[in-house]
C-alpha cells in the first residue's frame, strides 16, 4: 500500500531556532499534501494544505510566517517552525492524498521540543 | 463550520467485551474514513466507506456508514488489548475536496 515518510520522527532544538521537517509520498505522487498539529490526548488540527508548486493554504489563526510550507515536487513537502518557541513544542502530522484512490495516507509524525 | 462528533470520548473496557463508536454530523461526506493511531504515531488507515448504509467488516471490526452519510459507526468484537489506541473519523466535507475533517476522537484501553 501508500506509504508516506516523515522525518525526523522527534527533535529537540534551542529556542529561537528553526526546524525543517519533510514529508514524502513513497510510491505515489501527492498534489496535494496536509500539515497537522495534535496536542496530547486530542485530535488533529489541520494547519495547513501544501499544494505542489503553488503556495500553501493556511487555516484560520496559523501564522503562515512562523510555519512555511514548500512542495516543489510531487513527492515532498516541507514544514519549517521559524524562530521556534516551547509553545510550539507539539506533534506535527504530515498527510498525503492518493488522489486516484481516493484516500489519505499519513505520516508517521515529528515529536518537536523546543527548549 | 462543519464538525464531525466522535462518542464516547473516551471508553475502558475489558478484554473480549463489545463495544461501539461513533462518529457524528451535520452535513453530509461523501466518504469516511477511520483510522487509528498510537502514542507517537501517525494514524492508519482501518477502511473507507463511501456508499450510503454500506457495512464493511475487518475481522473483529465492523463499520457501517449511514443511510444519509452524515454519520457512521465502528463496532468490535471480543476487543483485545491490541485494540488500544485513539479511534479517528474523517471525511471530506465536500466532493471534489481533499481537505478531512477529523472526528473530535476516541480513546480505547483494553484492559487484559
Known amino acids: 500500500g501508500a506509504v508516506v515518510s516523515q522525518h525526523p520522527s522527534w527533535v529537540i532544538c534551542k529556542s529561537g531556532t528553526s526546524v525543517k521537517i519533510e514529508c514524502r509520498s513513497l510510491d505515489f505522487q501527492a498534489t496535494t499534501m496536509f500539515w497537522y498539529r495534535q496536542f496530547p490526548k486530542q485530535s488533529l488540527m489541520l494547519m495547513a494544505t501544501s499544494n505542489e508548486g503553488s503556495k500553501a493554504t493556511y487555516e484560520q489563526g496559523v501564522e503562515k510566517d512562523k510555519f512555511l510550507i514548500n512542495h516543489a515536487s510531487l513527492t515532498l513537502s516541507t514544514l519549517t517552525v521559524t524562530s521556534a518557541h516551547p509553545e510550539d513544542s507539539s506533534f506535527y502530522i504530515c498527510?498525503?492524498?492518493?488522489?486516484?484512490?481516493?484516500?489519505?495516507?499519513f505520516g508517521s509524525g515529528t515529536q518537536l521540543s523546543v527548549l | 463550520t462543519q464538525l464531525l462528533e466522535q462518542s464516547p470520548q473516551f471508553l475502558s473496557i475489558q478484554e473480549g467485551e463489545n463495544l461501539t463508536v461513533y462518529c457524528n454530523s451535520s452535513?453530509?461526506?461523501?466518504?469516511l474514513q477511520w483510522y487509528r493511531q498510537e502514542p507517537g504515531e501517525g494514524p492508519v488507515l482501518l477502511v473507507t466507506v463511501v456508499t450510503g448504509g454500506e457495512v464493511k467488516k475487518l475481522k473483529r471490526l465492523t463499520f457501517q456508514f449511514g443511510d444519509a452519510r452524515k454519520d457512521s459507526s465502528l463496532h468490535i468484537t471480543a476487543a483485545q488489548p491490541g485494540d488500544t489506541g485513539l479511534y479517528l473519523c474523517?471525511?471530506?466535507?465536500?466532493?471534489?475536496?481533499?481537505?478531512?475533517?477529523f472526528g473530535t476522537g476516541t480513546r480505547l484501553k483494553v484492559l487484559a
Open positions: 452535513s453530509v461526506f461523501s466518504s
Open positions: 474523517a471525511g471530506p466535507p465536500f466532493s471534489g475536496t481533499y481537505k478531512y475533517i
Open positions: 498527510s498525503a492524498h492518493d488522489r486516484p484512490n481516493e484516500k489519505l495516507f
